[in-house]
Antibody
């Protein structure tokens, strides 16, 4: 069965960096696009970033563009989110999610599987 | 302020039918499909409805989705205590070029 396991969360000071990982199993990782979605404490869901199956194209929410970098290692079946210049408003649980296919734009992506999430707290 | 508007709360008694609305615009719901997610406290969201009205395998047929114009709805019939959760709608937005979520609706079973 599909499993997504995030790691790497923690407490970091404003301006600091953190790298999240998401280990994937139970499906052909190289065939599907992958997302990061976050949820601030007590708030709703916010899409963060998407990467296509082969890593050729990456897309970001405006709130993280230029500060976050999504990547993937097909040989390790692992998705990453490098987060730099962190701000207090980046505090959230970060979920990795599998897309039902590999498309982006002009279509509502289906987040068909989700990891358990990892908490990132940005505070001095 | 979410692009898609959902009521913050909804409630019903066991066995009742409840609906949760999701209001958008011509650039999102009006021109793209809607998905719904269910989230229990402290857990990850789960896909509940996709492509407006399709249920993934394993989702009870008590859950149904519909879309009309720039609004979508999630209906839960035969309400059960275990349906108490947060529900989110999502759709692609052609103007923003991103997928947007509703603010979420907390469903309480009285």
């Amino acid at each position: 069965q599909v499993q997504l396991v995030e790691s790497g969360g923690g407490v970091v000071q404003p301006g600091g960096s953190l790298r999240l990982s998401c280990a994937a199993s139970g499906f052909t990782f190289s065939s599907y696009g992958m997302h990061w979605v976050r949820q601030a404490p007590g708030k709703g869901l916010e899409w963060v970033a998407f990467i296509r199956s082969d890593g050729s194209n990456k897309y970001y929410a405006g709130s993280v563009e230029g500060r976050f970098t999504i990547s993937r290692d097909i040989s390790k079946n692992t998705l990453y989110l490098q987060m730099d210049s962190l701000r207090a408003e980046d505090t959230a649980v970060y979920y990795c999610s599998k897309s039902d296919d590999d498309f982006w734009s002009g279509y509502t992506p289906i987040f068909d599987y989700w990891g358990q999430g990892t908490l990132v707290t940005v505070s001095s | 302020q979410s692009v898609l508007t959902q009521p913050p709360s909804a409630s019903g008694t066991p066995g009742q039918r409840v609906t949760i609305s999701c209001s958008g615009s011509s650039s999102n719901i009006g021109s793209n499909t809607v998905n719904w997610y269910q989230q229990f406290p402290g857990t990850a969201p789960k896909l509940l409805i996709y492509s407006n009205n399709q249920r993934p395998s394993g989702v009870p047929d008590r859950f149904s989705g519909s879309k009309s114009g720039t609004s979508a709805s999630l209906a839960i019939s035969g309400l059960q205590s275990e349906d108490e959760a947060d529900y989110y709608c999502a759709a692609w937005d052609d103007s923003l070029n991103v997928v947007v979520f509703g603010g979420g609706t907390k469903l309480t079973v009285l």
